[in-house]
């Protein structure tokens, strides 16, 4: 991020909106938009936005294998028979349906 070009004041960035979409489609950096010389938004391209969604969902997948993992280790665990033994009677159905 260079904070010359990528921060901003709200009032630069609609006078000058379009220059603006093309630098984040060619440098795929966000802007920061300042408001009163405070942070206040953060504008980026598309593409960027969906790598960054996609980025999350994949941190967010891991954080959740290492905490089964976890749950394994510590003995937190059910076999699947116990699970769907425990799922079957929690809501009434029964096992030979």
Known sequence: MKLTRDIQSLSVFKRD??????????TK?????????KA???VQDAESY???????????T???????????KNGESKSSDQFFQDFFQKYNIREDV
């Open 62 to 72: 891991l954080k959740a294998i290492q905490k089964g993992m976890a749950e394994i």
């Open 17 to 26: 909106s379009s220059k603006f979409a093309k630098q984040m489609q060619k």
């Open 29 to 37: 950096q966000p802007i920061v938009l300042t408001v009163n010389g």
């Open 50 to 60: 969906e790598e960054l969604l996609a980025a999350k969902e994949k941190l967010e």
């Open 40 to 42: 206040s938004l953060v």
